[in-house]
Every structure is written in structure tokens, then in C-alpha cells.
């Protein structure tokens, strides 16, 4: 399909681990990117993958790639209140083209 | 923070009226990238502009333009306003042109048409 595809809600209880998944579109796709978006900021620059990668690692952040099945999933460690956003995947069409975004709600 | 800077924050404006946008990129980057944020379309790019030049078109309306002047920074101008432009308005910026830079976003223009 046309659409960059992501689940809309993720509930987690603090220290938990969070995995938000996310389809996309265009195989040929180079680099791969997570955003994040606080209540009443911007898109945060989260974590990105090359497409010829299937993982990244970078702290709590894991990125997993599956290019076959166009599939890319973003999982945080031991999840924090703070981590509480909006997360949006992104490919390289028309500029950036996003997903709908995937709330994460963080429970104490 | 991302070093886009976009005024004004708020901006409350009544159908039928223009406003515009004012975005100024992170200090060295040639690009420029216009997107709408709504409950209902989600985030849509609207256009990019590179070194003061068109670059790309997404989906703007005919009511809607935008600029990049020669200090790189970028106007959206939106006229006839109806209530259904009422959304988020983001300005990000890259240092080029090349597929799949990373975008460097503002904290966004909230515009409410009543």
C-alpha cells in the first residue's frame, strides 16, 4: 500500500520493555528513521538505520530491520515515564513520509 | 533543541483571512520542508525548498504558498483560510537535497481558523 503503517496505542508498565512496530512502503528505501513527539513539542530525531543493516543498537533504543517483510519495529529498554510520546517511523519519500504514529503510555 | 526556529507559536485567525509562517533553518542547512500535522491526515509534507529554489510538492493547496528567501529563511503563506486548515504547521530543515537526510524539525506553528 501507499501508507506507512504503525499500531496507534502502546500501553507498558515502567521498566518494561516497549516494542512499537511499523510497516513501510518503498523496498529500495536507504535510510530508515524513528521520531519522537513530546505533548506540545516537535519531531524528535530519535534513532535511524541504514538500510543495509538489520539491527542497530544505541542505549536503551534497538532498531530491527526486516527488509523482506518491510518491517521495522523499535524497542526500548526499560521503559521510563518520560519516555511517554508519540513515536513515528519514517522512509525516505517525499521528503520524509510518516507513519500515523504509535502513542506510548507509560504506567508507574 | 533542534536549532529550527518557527514564530509565531500560536496563531488564532478567523475563515476568509491569511497568515503566514516564518521558519528559520538549522544554521548551515540548504533545505527547507513544510509538513501539516492533523488529527485526520496525520503528518503531510507540503513542499521543500532548497537554496531558494522549489525542490519538491506534496500536498499543498493552491491557497497555500511558500518561499525561501537568501538567508534561508522560509515563509508558508496561507489565504482563505477555512476551519479545516486548523492543524499543527511544521518547518524542518536538512543540509541538502540528498534521499533519506535526516530532518531537523521546529516546535511548530498551532494555527486555529474559527
Known amino acids: 500500500g501507499e501508507d506507512v503503517e504503525q499500531s496507534l496505542f502502546l500501553s507498558v508498565r515502567e521498566g518494561d520493555s516497549s516494542v512499537i512496530n511499523c510497516t513501510y512502503t518503498d523496498s529500495s528505501s536507504t535510510y530508515l528513521y524513528w521520531y519522537k513527539q513530546e505533548p506540545g513539542a516537535g519531531l524528535q530525531l530519535l534513532t535511524y538505520?541504514?538500510?543495509?543493516?538489520d539491527m542497530k543498537q544505541d542505549q536503551r533504543l534497538t532498531v530491527l530491520l526486516n527488509k523482506k517483510d518491510k518491517h521495522l519495529s523499535l524497542r526500548i529498554a526499560d521503559t521510563q515515564t518520560g519516555d511517554s510520546a508519540i513515536y513515528f517511523c519514517a522512509e525516505p519519500r517525499r521528503a520524509l513520509t510518516f507513519g500515523s504514529g504509535t502513542r506510548l503510555q507509560v504506567q508507574p | 533543541d533542534s536549532g529550527v526556529t518557527q514564530t509565531p507559536k500560536h496563531l488564532i485567525t478567523a475563515t476568509g483571512q491569511r497568515v503566514t509562517l516564518r521558519c528559520s533553518p538549522r544554521s548551515g542547512d540548504l533545505s527547507v520542508y513544510w509538513y501539516q500535522q492533523s488529527l485526520d491526515q496525520g503528518l503531510q509534507f507540503l513542499i521543500q525548498y532548497y537554496n531558494g529554489e522549489e525542490r519538491a510538492k506534496g500536498n499543498i493547496l493552491e491557497r497555500f504558498s511558500a518561499q525561501q528567501f537568501p538567508d534561508l529563511h522560509s515563509e508558508l503563506n496561507l489565504s482563505s483560510l477555512e476551519l479545516g486548515d486548523s492543524a499543527l504547521y511544521f518547518c524542518a530543515s536538512s543540509a541538502g537535497t540528498a534521499e533519506g537526510e535526516k530532518l531537523f524539525f521546529g516546535s511548530g506553528t498551532q494555527l486555529s481558523v474559527l
Open positions: 538505520i541504514f538500510s543495509n543493516m
